[in-house]
């Protein structure tokens, strides 16, 4: 079952009832939007409340949901169109905040590395995260980090990958899986067990 | 607060599997019903989840949204909406295109000026190693769409005549 | 923008009504079209989608001087930035704490899909001026480029109805199917003219001298029509020790790539064939060199080239 797949199916369990399941699409595709944003909004503050409202716009709108495009793209129009409402509202009381954040020439090469609009606690945060997964990625034996980059960066698929590495797809699912459980457990410390934060 | 590192159960395993989208439909099904009771399952699933998205220099900026949108959500009216009809697996604009990643090889007699199609012989299953490099190449300069780097070039001095 | 509504007029008032374009009007389409992406200032995002794969990528544009400054940024995946400016093209990526930079070898990507000489492409497709359309909250006229003949994909484009500019681009096969797709889901188009920063930082240029070909006395016999060769260089591949001579070959609007590199052990002789065929790759041996072949192109066209290759005596 692709992961498209599953996204519908997570959207029909939401539509049957189950609001456990529009949960897991939050956790999924939350940094995803958050770095949308990050494009359009300079205020860590707005970002998360603009991220916010459109998960629960997304949530109201799931019975007109289709399934024709993906639901993340479905997603990143709800999260486009609440932005700019959310900015054109502002610039009316301040004048001089322009909504044209995308495509600032003036820090070329500050928005590749560091995420210029962090409050101080995630920009630490987000150091931290990096420097985690850094390190456990050097940690791995080279077949692992290999297996995980080729899925998760590449976007492979475990028969591409088989052929890359010339292995079994077996052998192959169970590289990524020690590779992810590496990382996980490295990263485990600073995220905080998802346990602590249920929903 | 530090706790001691959870073993890997066996099923985190198929979990791993269903994150990339592997596993047949039928198990794939039975885990996302299980997810709904299974908090230990959704918490390992988010886990993996996060570790993609950190791969992908995605960081953990509000860690806490996803608790603020439920909390939220909690006093809004349970979605409940008829069951679409069975999606089809491909997606209606596109009729089966497929990533450029997946080359499909198969044996072929040179020969000529004559049409493929009748001279491939042998099941595409033969296998040629480091496809990806010339793959990777050729999209960077088609599409401007590659995410690696290392191809730096110098320009060929071709000027031989007839060349 | 009054010559844009007249050549519709003329085309759905005609007699051809749902043909193609006569020869000249087909040029001039494909030529406005090409100035247009060059010469639009804009911003927005768009997303890519081959199969299952989606990509999105935030675009801006500052037509300045002879030639366009355009900056693409991905939003997705890794981070990555690709800049194009007077000719010249870079990739920039962050390493870790670094950034990378790195030179690339095509200034054009979507919505610049059209040479900047674009008339002579209508030597090789026709064009269909179709249907009024909506993308990104713009209204735009189909275009479509219909190959002549089996050595090339076909594009169905969505020109925006003023500047003509490509807001969405179709690759298509014979049949119609869609290969890959641009589409804008967000522009704004004449955005605020930049500021001086240049965006090319200064780079170390290339040694004077080209290095010699590697490929030493390989040649092409033929190649399909209105194909010519754009590029030759010797370059680094990813996950590859030695470097290869990578050449493109190019009809304006389609890519075909050759690789060249000495053979280690005898070539078999391969065909590949992305799912669904949109790309085409062949293998082979060429005098004591291994010839690669792939490219965006029927097959056709793949095979043309890879077959016509031939080691000079």
Redesign the interface.
């Known amino acids: 079952m692709s992961d498209r797949e599953i996204d519908l199916q997570l959207v029909e369990r939401v539509r049957d009832g189950d609001k456990q399941a529009f949960g897991l699409l939050v956790e999924k595709y939350r940094r995803k939007l958050l770095r949308l944003l990050s494009r359009m909004v300079r205020d860590q503050d707005e970002m998360e409340d603009i991220a916010q409202e459109t998960f629960i716009k997304a949530y109201k709108a799931l019975p007109q949901f289709r399934g024709e495009a993906a639901f993340y793209t479905w997603l990143y129009r709800i999260a486009v169109n609440t932005a700019k409402n959310y900015l054109a509202a502002r610039s009316k009381a301040m004048p001089t905040v322009s909504s044209q954040s995308m495509g600032d020439d003036d820090e070329p090469d500050e928005r590749l590395v560091a995420h210029d609009n962090n409050t101080p606690e995630s920009e630490l945060l987000s150091k931290q995260v990096a420097i985690a997964v850094n390190e456990a990625v050097e940690a791995l034996p080279e077949e692992l980090r290999q297996a995980i980059t080729l899925r998760e960066i590449e976007g492979m698929s475990y028969e591409e990958i088989a052929d890359y590495m010339g292995c079994p797809i077996g052998t192959v699912r169970s590289r990524i899986f020690r590779a992810r459980e590496a990382i996980a457990t490295k990263l485990r410390p600073i995220l905080g067990t998802p346990e602590d934060r249920r929903w | 607060?530090?706790?001691p590192?959870p073993h890997?159960h066996p099923d985190?395993?198929t979990l791993?599997?269903?994150?990339?989208?592997?596993?047949?439909?039928d198990i794939?099904?039975t885990m996302?019903k299980q997810?709904?009771s299974n908090?230990?399952s959704?918490?390992?699933?988010?886990?993996?989840?996060?570790?993609?998205?950190?791969?992908?220099?995605?960081?953990?900026?509000?860690?806490?949204?996803?608790?603020?949108?439920?909390?939220?959500?909690?006093s809004?009216p349970?979605?409940?909406?008829p069951?679409?009809k069975q999606?089809t697996?491909q997606?209606?604009?596109?009729?089966?295109?497929?990533?450029?990643?997946?080359?499909?090889?198969?044996?072929?007699?040179?020969v000529?000026?004559t049409p493929?199609e009748a001279l491939?012989a042998a099941a595409p299953s033969?296998?040629?190693?480091?496809?990806?490099?010339?793959?990777?190449?050729?999209q960077?300069?088609?599409?401007?769409?590659v995410?690696?780097?290392?191809?730096?070039?110098?320009?060929?001095?071709?000027a031989e005549a007839?060349? | 923008m009054k010559a844009a509504w007249l050549l519709l007029i003329a085309v759905s008032g005609g007699a051809h009504g749902a043909d193609s374009l006569p020869q000249t009007r087909a040029a001039a389409w494909l030529q406005r079209m090409a100035d247009a992406a060059r010469l639009t200032a804009y911003e927005g995002v768009f997303v890519v989608q081959h199969g299952e794969a989606m990509h999105t990528l935030s675009i801006t544009n500052h037509p300045g001087g002879p030639l366009k400054e355009s900056r693409l940024t991905a939003m997705d995946g890794l981070q990555r930035e690709v800049r194009c400016a007077n000719g010249k093209s870079i990739t920039v990526m962050a390493d870790g704490t670094h950034i990378k930079m790195e030179k690339r070898l095509n200034g054009r990507h979507f919505p610049d899909l059209l040479p900047a000489d674009a008339g002579p492409l209508a030597n090789w497709y026709a064009v269909k001026v179709g249907k009024p359309g909506r993308v990104a909250g713009l209204d735009c006229n189909q275009v479509e480029l219909i190959p002549k003949d089996s050595f090339r994909w076909g594009y169905v484009l969505c020109a925006e109805k003023n500047t003509t500019l490509p807001l969405k681009a179709v690759m298509i096969n014979a049949a119609g199917q869609p290969l890959m797709q641009y589409t804008f889901a967000e522009i704004k188009l004449g955005a605020a003219a930049h500021t001086e920063s240049p965006s090319m930082p200064d780079m170390p240029e290339p040694a004077k001298q080209a290095k010699p070909a590697l490929s030493g006395r390989i040649e092409v016999g033929a190649l399909p029509p209105g194909f010519s060769r754009i590029a030759a260089v010797r370059r680094q591949l990813p996950n590859k020790s030695e470097e290869v001579e990578h050449w493109v070959f190019s009809d304006g609007l389609a890519y075909i790539s050759l690789f060249l590199e000495p053979a280690i052990k005898p070539v078999e002789t391969l065909k590949g064939q992305s799912k669904k065929g949109m790309v085409n790759m062949v293998t082979r041996q060429v005098g004591n060199m291994q010839a690669i072949v792939l490219g965006d192109a029927p097959w056709p066209a793949v095979e043309a080239i890879a077959m016509s290759l031939y080691a000079r005596k």
């Open positions: 607060m530090m706790q590192a890997p985190d395993e791993s599997a269903f994150v990339d989208g592997e596993l047949s439909d794939a099904e996302i997810l709904s908090a230990a959704r918490a390992r699933l988010t886990e993996y989840w996060a570790v993609g998205d950190a791969l992908r220099g995605l960081s953990g900026q509000a860690p806490d949204l996803t608790q603020r949108v439920m909390a939220v959500l909690e809004e349970t979605v409940l909406a069951r679409r999606h697996r997606p209606t604009l596109w009729l089966a295109a497929a990533t450029v990643a997946a080359i499909a090889w198969g044996l072929w007699q040179a000529p000026r493929s491939m033969t296998q040629h190693d480091n496809v990806m490099p010339y793959l990777a190449a050729h960077d300069f088609a599409q401007a769409m995410s690696t780097s290392e191809m730096q070039f110098t320009p060929v001095n071709l007839g060349r």
